[in-house]
T-cell receptor, first 114, second 116 residues
Framework: AQTVTQSQPEMSVQEAETVTLSCTYD???????LFWYKQPPSRQMILVIR??????QNATENRFSVNFQKAAKSFSLKISDSQLGDTAMYFC???????????FGQGTTLQVKP | GAVVSQHPSWVICKSGTSVKIECRSL??????MFWYRQFPKQSLMLMAT?????????EQGVEKDKFLINHASLTLSTLTVTSAHPEDSSFYIC????????????FGAGTRLSVL
């Protein structure tokens, strides 16, 4: 069975600084996708970034980038130039290419301080 | 694009009544929809997967007779919590897949259910 682990329950960062959220996963599959979702206080789940496991190049979306280490089964999220609107709970998620089901980590609550 | 609408956003009901939650994909056809449950400050737990025109597949430990799922069209799935009790109080979230790059799930805004 697949598992996703986020070892940082809470983190904080000063506005304009950079922060990295950690995520590790375990799977025996070769065909899978990895995601970071953001859940602000409104509780609306918002897709932040997506990575296909077969791609070696790390995904980037504006201020958000990932460090995908496939052999180590690590998928960290880096947020550059943090903004107050980045304050939210961040979930790392594994998606099986076979079933399409998402398995979420425990979440990391990020507080961006002014 | 890829908007998922979920209604109602908040419902309060008496114990023993049934509550229906709707999930609609507004601008794409959702071949698969998913239903999750989330307790405060916790992660999302997958309850079931529904494909249009077929019976939902429930995760282990989820009572299918308690949580009835209907996926009657490519844009609508419903979750009915039957004979709701206070322990069913939770935040329920739906997602839909099919409107863009493969395997991206787009989420509804969620429904807060409070059973008195």
């Amino acid at each position: 069975a697949q598992t996703v682990t986020q070892s940082q329950p809470e983190m904080s960062v000063q506005e304009a600084e950079t922060v990295t959220l950690s995520c590790t996963y375990d799977t025996s599959e070769n065909n899978y996708y990895l995601f970071w979702y953001k859940q602000p206080p409104s509780r609306q789940m918002i897709l932040v970034i997506r990575q296909e496991a077969y791609k070696q190049q790390n995904a980037t979306e504006n201020r958000f980038s990932v460090n995908f280490q496939k052999a180590a089964k690590s998928f960290s999220l880096k947020i550059s130039d943090s903004q107050l609107g980045d304050t939210a709970m961040y979930f790392c998620a594994f998606c099986s290419g076979n079933t399409g089901k998402l398995i979420f980590g425990q979440g990391t609550t990020l507080q961006v301080k002014p | 694009g890829a908007v998922v609408s979920q209604h109602p956003s908040w419902v309060i009901c008496k114990s023993g009544t049934s509550v229906k939650i709707e999930c609609r994909s507004l601008d794409f056809q959702a071949t698969t929809m998913f239903w999750y449950r989330q307790f405060p400050k916790q992660s999302l737990m997958l309850m079931a997967t529904s494909n249009e025109g077929s019976k939902a597949t429930y995760e282990q430990g989820v009572e299918k007779d308690k949580f009835l799922i209907n996926h009657a069209s490519l844009t609508l799935s419903t979750l009915t919590v039957t004979s709701a009790h206070p322990e069913d109080s939770s935040f329920y979230i739906c997602s839909a897949r099919g409107g863009g790059p493969e395997n991206i799930q787009y989420f509804g805004a969620g429904t807060r259910l409070s059973v008195l």
